[in-house]
C-alpha cells in the first residue's frame, strides 16, 4: 500500500479481554516497530521486528503483550486480559531497513480505550 | 541512559511570528536526531533529521541545527502559518544501529491568524 495502515483506527473493549491490532507496513519494509502514545507523551518502544523475528522486545511491559509477525510483512499486537491502564494509541511504524539514518513511516495509530 | 526533553507546551503564535521549540538530549556515543510532526488526525511524519555534529536539517521552513557541545537540536521556524498547527516531536536514535527512536513528550503548536 501507499502507506503504515493500521487496524481498527479505534478499538473500545471491556477490562480482562483480549484485543489484536494489526498493522500493515509499506511493501518491501523489512523493519516493523511498535510504540505507544498515552495522552501527552511522546510515543515509547514496544518491540521491533527484523523480517519475522522479534530483534528487540524490551519495551514490552509485561507479558501480557505479545506480537507477531510470521510472514515479515503484517505484525499483530496482542494485548490478554487488558487493564486500564492499556488504554493509548499504539503506534506502528516501518522502514525499508534497521539503521541509524533510516527513516521511519507511520501509520495513523488504533487508540484502544479499555473500560 | 537515551533520553529527550523538549519544552512543554501549548505554544500558541500568531502568524509570521518566529518559531523556536526546544529540544535537548541525552545519549551515549553520537545519535542521530530527528524532529516528527503529528497534524490532527494523521500520522507522525518526519519534519528533519540531522546525523551528526553541525548538520543543519531543513524542510518547509523549518530548521534545527545538531549541536553537540549544547546536546540540543532546537526546532525553528522565520515565520510560521496556520497549517504549521501541529504536535511537533524530537527524538534521537542512538547510534547503536537497530536500536529504536526515543522520542520526546511532544510541544502543541496552535497558530491564529
Known amino acids: 500500500g501507499a502507506g503504515v495502515s493500521q487496524t481498527p483506527s479505534n478499538k473500545v473493549t471491556e477490562k480482562g479481554k483480549y484485543v489484536e491490532l494489526r498493522c500493515d507496513p509499506i511493501s518491501g519494509h523489512t523493519a516493523l516497530y511498535w510504540y505507544r502514545q498515552s495522552l501527552g507523551q511522546g510515543p515509547e518502544f514496544l518491540i521491533y521486528?527484523?523480517?519475522?523475528?522479534?530483534?528487540?522486545d524490551s519495551g514490552l511491559p509485561n507479558d501480557r503483550f505479545f506480537a507477531v509477525r510470521p510472514e515479515g510483512s503484517v505484525s499483530t499486537l496482542k494485548i490478554q486480559r487488558t487493564e486500564r491502564g492499556d488504554s493509548a494509541v499504539y503506534l506502528c511504524a516501518s522502514s525499508l531497513r534497521p539503521g541509524q539514518n533510516t527513516e521511519a513511516f507511520f501509520g495513523q495509530g488504533t487508540r484502544l480505550t479499555v473500560v | 541512559g537515551n533520553s529527550v526533553t523538549q519544552m512543554e507546551g501549548p505554544v500558541t503564535l500568531s502568524e509570521e511570528a518566529f518559531l523556536t521549540i526546544n529540544c535537548t538530549y541525552t545519549a551515549t556515543g553520537y545519535p542521530s536526531l530527528f524532529w516528527y510532526v503529528q497534524y490532527p488526525g494523521e500520522g507522525l511524519q518526519l519534519l528533519l533529521k540531522a546525523t551528526k555534529a553541525d548538520d543543519k536539517g531543513s524542510n518547509k521552513g523549518f530548521e534545527a541545527t545538531y549541536r553537540k557541545e549544547t546536546t540540543s537540536f532546537h526546532l525553528e521556524k522565520g515565520s510560521v502559518q496556520v497549517s504549521d498547527s501541529a504536535v511537533y516531536f524530537c527524538?534521537?536514535?542512538?547510534?547503536?544501529?537497530?536500536?529504536?527512536?526515543?522520542f520526546g513528550k511532544g510541544t502543541r503548536l496552535s497558530v491564529i491568524a
Open positions: 521486528f527484523q523480517g519475522t523475528g522479534a530483534a528487540d
Open positions: 527524538a534521537l536514535n542512538p547510534n547503536s544501529g537497530n536500536t529504536p527512536l526515543v
